[in-house]
């Protein structure tokens, strides 16, 4: 049975301890099958179309009460510097601004009001790490020197 991959984002300046962090705290949301490929900092992760099918379901339905403790629960990852859990949230963060049409308009005025205090949290916790890798299912694949 073929699986379908889709490309869902391209990023900048990433590394591998933050791909891997994202990659689990995806992985708690069923997004398991997930491919990072970065090369010199430049990401681009595919998705499983099934799971991400789940997901996106999963978040189409999330009430203002669940919203409110995935917002809870993401102000305590930055203060705890949980990269997995912050990632966790993030992916959520980002399918709602993606499918806004979908989600109750207080949600979303509390997700913007997340987004700009908290804007720059992530990219505190990045380090100079590997810059050129595949990470498929959470596992790295290869790194390579990108030459």
């Keep these: 049975m073929a699986k379908y991959f889709e490309e869902t984002v391209t990023r900048m300046n990433e590394n591998l301890s933050s791909v891997l962090a994202w990659a689990k705290g995806e992985e708690e949301l069923g ?13 681009t992760q595919y998705v499983d179309s099934d799971e991400g099918e789940r997901f996106f379901d999963f978040v189409k339905k999330i009430t203002t009460d ?9 102000f305590k990852a930055i ?27 207080s949600i979303l005025r509390r997700l913007k009001r997340v987004r ?24 790295v694949w290869k790194k390579y020197n990108g030459n």
């Design 116 to 139: 700009e205090s908290t804007h720059e949290e992530s990219y505190k916790f990045k380090d100079e790490g590997e810059k050129t890798f595949i990470v498929f299912k959470g596992e």
């Design 31 to 43: 997004l398991k099958s997930s491919l990072f490929i970065c090369e010199k900092g430049v990401l």
């Design 79 to 105: 203060e705890n510097k949980d990269l997995v859990k912050m990632h966790k949230a993030l992916a959520i963060f980002d399918e709602l601004d993606n499918y806004s049409e979908f989600i109750d308009g």
């Design 66 to 74: 669940e919203f409110d403790i995935i917002c809870e629960e993401f």
